[in-house]
């Protein structure tokens, strides 16, 4: 089996609702990434049940506070708009790289690592 296939099957045999079958689960002992993700797929899985048994504990106002902030509107700190400005222009080179790379790789100059 490959790993995309396994990677399907790992979120429902950890909650139990799927079993690995003997090939899945032989995959699964002798691939790292694999077990590495089933191990995430754990650790979620821990951290959700743990967060079912905490109480929250809402302001009484938190309406009211919110409304508040909303009304206010557009006083954001001078440093926010850089902040923002920032991340679309790495989303955006990332985004021009990654198309750059599909266009070269269809015409054959380059293959992509798998």
């Known amino acids: 089996m490959q790993c995309d296939q396994i ?33 995430q797929y754990r650790r979620l899985l821990r951290t959700l049940r ?28 001078p440093w926010a708009r850089r902040v923002a400005v920032a991340g679309a222009l790495a989303a955006t080179a990332a985004g021009a790289a990654g198309a750059i790379a599909v266009v070269a790789s269809r015409k054959g100059r380059f293959r992509l690592a798998s």
């Open 7 to 39: 990677r399907e099957l790992l979120a429902d045999a950890v909650d139990e609702t799927t079993a690995l079958d003997a090939v899945a689960s032989r995959h699964v002992g002798s691939c790292l990434r694999c077990q590495a993700e089933l191990a």
């Open 50 to 77: 743990s967060l079912r048994h905490q109480p929250v504990d809402v302001p009484p106002d938190l309406a009211a506070l919110v409304l508040g902030r909303l009304e206010a509107g557009g006083r954001t700190p």
